[in-house]
Every structure is written in structure tokens, then in C-alpha cells.
């Protein structure tokens, strides 16, 4: 990923690149949530890396014996965007901007929050959670 395209606290240095996965998590055949992981593998130890990179265990659970503290920046409700308070067109243009999910109006709840180990932000997640969830 370009790191011009990406708008988020990881803010990559010289010699860094930007990385994204994306993650679907599933309850049976349900899917609950679909969730993108931004991080920077120059920001971990080799073997953290490479677990990332293969895909097959979650990030959090890779970078674990770093003792990640993970900050929520940002909860968003669907139903928050219809109100006031907030710029509907800038906030639908954001969650437009998350390439390879359903479309912004299957979502009920947004949460952006940031991974962080001894003050270095290690990756940023934005999950959506699935309007299906409720009755």
C-alpha cells in the first residue's frame, strides 16, 4: 500500500512500508465483523514479522509477548452518522475508503483503535461490525 493513500496515526518513516490486512471473523457460517489491520513490519522482531506476513494467526496474537496496549480512538454507531454531530459526508467517504468490504450501510458499529508496545504504535485496526447482529 502506497503510504500517500493512508490516512491513519501510523505516520511510516523512510525505509518503512505500510502493510494491510484484512480480516473477516466468522461465528459458523456468520460473519460478525470485517476489520482492517494497518501495521508496519519494520516495527517487529523477524519472527513477529513473518507470522504476520503468513497470515494464518492473528495479529494480535503474534505480536503478544510484546505486550501490546491497544487504544480505541474512535467508536462509531450507524446510527451517529444521521445525526448533527457529525459530518455525514466525510464519515460515509471514510468507510467508502475500506476497500474489499460490504458496503458501508451493512455495518451497525465502527471502532478505530491503535496498538501500541514501549510507546512504538505497532499498527492501527478499524473493525466493522455486521447490522445482521442485531434482531
Not at 89 to 96: H, P
Request: hydrophobic share 40%; aromatic share 8%; charged share 30%.
Amino acid at each position: 500500500m502506497p503510504a500517500d493513500d493512508y490516512d491513519g496515526p501510523l505516520r511510516p518513516r523512510d525505509g518503512e512500508t505500510l502493510r494491510r490486512r484484512r480480516v473477516w471473523l466468522h461465528w459458523g457460517d456468520r460473519v460478525l465483523s470485517e476489520a482492517e489491520n494497518w501495521y508496519i513490519p519494520e516495527r517487529l522482531p523477524p519472527a513477529m514479522r513473518d507470522a504476520v506476513a503468513d497470515g494464518l494467526r492473528p495479529y494480535g496474537a503474534v505480536v503478544a509477548a510484546l505486550r501490546p496496549k491497544r487504544v480505541t480512538t474512535t467508536v462509531l454507531r450507524t446510527d451517529d452518522i444521521a445525526c448533527d454531530r457529525f459530518d455525514d459526508e466525510e464519515i460515509l467517504a471514510r468507510l467508502a475508503r475500506t476497500r474489499g468490504f460490504s458496503p458501508p450501510q451493512a455495518f451497525v458499529l465502527h471502532i478505530h483503535a491503535v496498538m501500541t508496545a514501549s510507546g512504538v504504535v505497532l499498527a492501527e485496526l478499524r473493525e466493522h461490525y455486521r447490522r445482521e447482529l442485531l434482531p
